[in-house]
């Protein structure tokens, strides 16, 4: 089949785009292993950035792992629940509460942690501790997560599910258990990604609510891009991006689930 | 097929009553929502154990209200109650009520198959493995779904859903069954097909069951009694013979199929319409006194002056030879039913008449008719007031 030139043309400008996004990306990969950035890869790959960002900055990349964890746990026990009540009794208060709740994407993350810093900065030992950042990041993920189950909740008619289920003689908590739960697994996987990537990447926020002791990975990168040789942030860049990569993949996976449903069977004729 | 599996003792906790069904009685019940709509107006209703009742009734009249205030979903005004047998449920959630509900929506688990969507209720009441699996697979055995057990739902088809949804309800033994509008999804052939199935599954298993439906035929198909509602009040309970051949308001008479409407009056114990004369003795139905004191049609009050509304179905009226007509009309359409042609006719009354003829009578668009009137098949309303609203209300 011969194609004409507007085919080439936008084909031609696609691969340009994706280049200028690309090229930077694999350039920065490849300084973290060169040997030497400024005499290029002619000096060599080496792991040796690698190891020294994981001597440097070990305790920062762990605690945003932790703390990604911690708010995934948080927002999902706090949020599916929430998700629920929002569309299960749509009222002017459960729609003001989740207006609200989606300020905090809103408002510049410096604003929020201003906001918490004059709040809650006197308390010295609270101050400090990882639970400080973990509530700014529980405020910015939390209508990612709510936001998610919702839709997913709305589209499945679960008034009659559960009643239904509770004609069976199911109470309340094993309806949500194993008939509301199970069902919205597609919006609670699909947010839990989304809080785990926003918060291994959240870095305003976070920026304003550290100390030296709770650092996370974005924080020690910008540091290590403003105190350390090139070599060293391109390798704490490389780390990220192992980190991140699946989670924005799987994430992408989750959005198209049609493709998943391939394999299924056609529903059935009538007789 | 398999009776058995219904007949064989089960655990206590879901076992029918000795019967075979539970009788239910709603007294003095209301439904008034928050929001003030009263979507029930005070009524008393007893359904017979092992009756198979019907709510029949136009959209927005209340049948599904009724049917969730005996489900337990909502609770009747202060004042009301509701007993199954001697058992007082009226404060009882729908949890502990032991009824079978099937929606108009199915409203199956998506997450599990059909064979759990089955079990579901028997996990929930705690029965044990070997006794769960059993009851699930004579429970698909009956309704003839056993090769979709490890099916998931969404590779159904609409009238096996149906049928999923059914073995569910019943896998639990409930006091009562309660359908709302089940067939309503499905098209027309597969309905009247399901309609037969759960026509004789319901004798078989002799429970309690309560089904709401908009369809006059669906009703007259599956009820032992028919309840034809009208805005939130009973307009009338009886078998569906009363119901067809009986009905105590124009309003019944109308949802029920008999369609053609002429306005009459009655004088000296005769229908007078235009030149024609009809003995209120010959008509098949003459309700000529207030048709809520007097619902017997033999009550003296009959030879009343005064207006009246006749309806008739389409055999009401009857083409014949000129000499024998006792009125004219002209065809406005034909349509070809196969065992009947249908005609539309025009001229008789204020409004198009239908009747049906012989599908071989040789009959064109626009041809003038002589007919006659089959008293045995009218149904004449004195006029009152009320009765007329509401038949125009509708
Ligand atoms: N939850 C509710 N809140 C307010 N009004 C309701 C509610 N449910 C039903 N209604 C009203 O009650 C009336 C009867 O409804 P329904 O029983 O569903 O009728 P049907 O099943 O006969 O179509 C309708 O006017 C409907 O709008
Ligand atoms: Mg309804």
Redesign the interface.
């Known amino acids: 089949m011969r194609r004409g030139w507007p085919f080439y043309a936008q084909l031609g400008l696609t691969v340009l785009l994706c280049l200028f996004i690309v090229v930077p990306i694999v350039m920065s990969a490849l300084a973290g292993v060169t040997v030497n950035v400024f005499k290029g890869l002619s000096s060599g790959l080496t792991l040796r950035w690698i190891f020294e960002v994981w001597d440097l900055y070990a305790q920062s990349i762990l605690l945003s792992l932790w703390l990604a964890v911690a708010c995934l746990v948080v927002t999902t026990l706090a949020g599916v629940p929430l998700a629920y009540v929002l569309v299960r009794r749509p009222n002017r208060l459960t729609r003001m509460f989740e207006e609200i709740l989606t300020l905090p994407v809103a408002i510049p993350g410096l604003a929020l942690a201003l906001a918490l810093l004059i709040t809650y900065g006197g308390f010295g030992s609270f101050r400090s501790s990882w639970v400080f950042i973990l509530i700014g990041h529980v405020l910015f993920t939390m209508p990612f997560m709510v936001r998610s189950v919702a839709a997913v909740m709305s589209a ?2 679960m008034k ?2 559960e ?9 309340f908590w ?1 309806r949500f258990l ?2 509301i739960m ?2 919205a ?1 597609p919006g609670i996987l699909a947010g839990a990604l989304m809080v785990v990537t926003l918060s291994i990447g959240e870095f305003n926020l976070t920026w304003m609510l550290h100390t030296p002791l709770t650092k996370t990975l974005p924080v020690g990168l910008a540091d290590s891009y403003a105190s350390m040789r090139l070599e060293i942030g391109s390798a704490y860049t490389l780390i990220f991006f192992v980190l991140i990569m699946p989670l924005l993949i799987a994430m992408q996976m989750l959005a198209n689930p049609g493709k998943k449903r391939r394999a ?8 | 097929m398999n009776a058995t599996a219904m007949a064989q003792p089960g655990s206590q906790t879901v076992q029918t009553e000795k019967t075979g069904g539970t009788r239910i009685e709603l007294a003095r019940c209301t439904k008034t929502f928050p929001d003030g709509t009263r979507a029930l107006l005070p009524f008393d209703l007893t359904i017979n154990g092992g009756e198979t009742l019907v709510l029949l009734g136009p959209s927005g009249c209340g049948k599904t209200t009724i049917l969730r205030l005996i ?1 337990g ?1 909502e609770f009747p005004d202060a004042g009301g109650k509701i007993t199954f047998g001697e058992d007082d449920v009226t404060r009882q ?4 009520r ?4 099937v ?1 108009q ?1 199915y ?5 599990m198959t059909v064979a759990e969507n089955v079990a ?2 028997l996990k ?2 705690k029965v044990e493995r070997r006794e769960r699996d059993e009851r699930v697979r004579a429970m698909l055995e009956m309704m003839h779904i056993d090769m979709l057990a490890d ?2 739902i ?7 859903r149906q049928r999923v949804a059914l073995a ?2 019943i896998a ?1 033994r409930p006091r009562v069954l309660l359908l709302d509008e089940p067939l309503t999804a ?2 027309a052939k ?1 309905r009247v097909k399901l309609r037969t199935e759960i026509n004789s599954l319901l004798r078989k298993l002799g429970i309690t069951a309560i089904y709401v439906t908009h369809d006059q035929e669906e009703a007259m198909a599956l009820g032992d009694r028919i309840v034809v509602m009208q805005k939130g009040a009973i307009a009338q309970i009886g078998t569906p013979r009363e119901i067809y051949r009986a009905p105590l308001s124009p309003f019944v008479a109308d949802f029920v199929g008999a369609s053609n409407r002429l306005d009459g009056r009655i004088e000296q114990n005769s229908l007078v319409l235009g030149d024609v004369k009809i003995s209120l003795d010959q008509i098949g139905h003459a309700m000529t006194g207030d048709p809520i004191k007097n619902g017997d049609s033999n009550s003296n009050s009959r030879s009343g002056q005064g207006l009246a509304d006749i309806y008739f179905r389409a055999d009401g009226l009857a083409i014949c030879a000129p000499d024998q007509g006792q009125i004219r009309g002209r065809v406005e359409a034909i349509s070809y039913l196969g065992e009947k042609s249908r005609l539309t006719v025009s001229g008789i009354g204020e409004s198009v008449i239908t009747l049906d003829v012989d599908p071989d009578f040789q009959i064109a668009i626009g041809d003038d008719i002589h007919c006659r009137f089959n008293p045995e098949r009218l149904t004449v309303f004195g006029r009152y007031p009320d009765a007329r609203n509401a038949a125009q209300a509708m």
Do not use: C, W
């Open positions: 499945m008619d009659t599910l009643e239904g289920a509770a004609s069976l003689g199911a109470g094993h194993h008939v199970p069902n697994m299924a069977l056609q529903p059935a004729e009538d007789e | 489900a979903l959630s729908i949890e502990k032991r009824v079978g509900m929606f929506s409203a199956l688990f998506p997450n579901y209720g929930v009441q099916r998931r969404d590779q159904l088809s609409g009238g096996q569910r309800a639990l499905l098209d597969l």
